[in-house]
């Protein structure tokens, strides 16, 4: 006899290629030549660093209402996608020849930036526009170049806008892409 209801049944994982798939599409965003050329992002590391941050934070932050889903499944994406970034992160400090014994201290650095991005982000988009260019142009432009900061923010708010107006099979499924930075009136 089957049960009509199985509670105890484990959460399926989201697949492996779907998180690699939408974290691909982060990274590569966070890669466009003109946030760098026309923008004023640093071609650095920390540039690329902080580009990176805000592209998953716009994902995860779409992800939020789907934490409390009754499908654990949907809830579990969030954290494979941010855990697919800590491996990345990982691997970069790895190749950039960080030994063992200090890639821990540098991946809580980057957590406790991620972290602060996050919430500094956060608390600025309920805020309004103002509050968000400031916020980017201390996290991403280090504090220089607020008119460029203010481009960026319409960029976000675009992005965040393509975002919020998908469903969440095609979110989940990895099928959209982020807007093109030349078209957010930049």
Not at 89 to 95: G, K, P, Y
Not at 154 to 164: I, N, P, S
């Amino acid at each position: 006899m089957l049960w009509p209801f199985n509670h105890f049944r484990k959460p399926r994982m989201p697949s492996p290629g779907t998180i690699e798939a939408i974290y691909g599409m982060i990274v590569t965003q966070a890669r466009e030549p003109l946030f760098y050329r026309d923008l004023g992002v640093a071609d650095t590391v920390n540039g690329r660093f902080d580009l990176l941050v805000l592209h998953l934070w716009m994902v995860l932050r779409r992800m939020k209402p789907l934490q409390a889903a009754a499908d654990q499944s949907q809830a579990l994406f969030s954290q494979a996608l941010f855990d697919r970034f800590c491996e990345d992160m990982d691997a970069n400090l790895r190749e950039m020849g960080v030994g063992d014994v200090k890639v821990p201290k540098r991946m809580r650095a980057f957590g406790e930036a991620f972290y602060g991005r996050v919430a500094a982000y956060d608390l600025a988009l309920s805020a309004g526009p103002e509050p968000l260019a400031l916020a980017l142009c201390k996290n991403v432009l280090n504090g220089e170049q607020l008119d460029k900061a203010r481009q960026l923010a319409v960029y976000v708010e675009a992005a965040l806008a393509d975002l919020a107006a998908l469903d969440d099979a095609a979110l989940l499924g990895g099928s959209w892409k982020f807007p093109s930075p030349a078209q957010t009136g930049f």
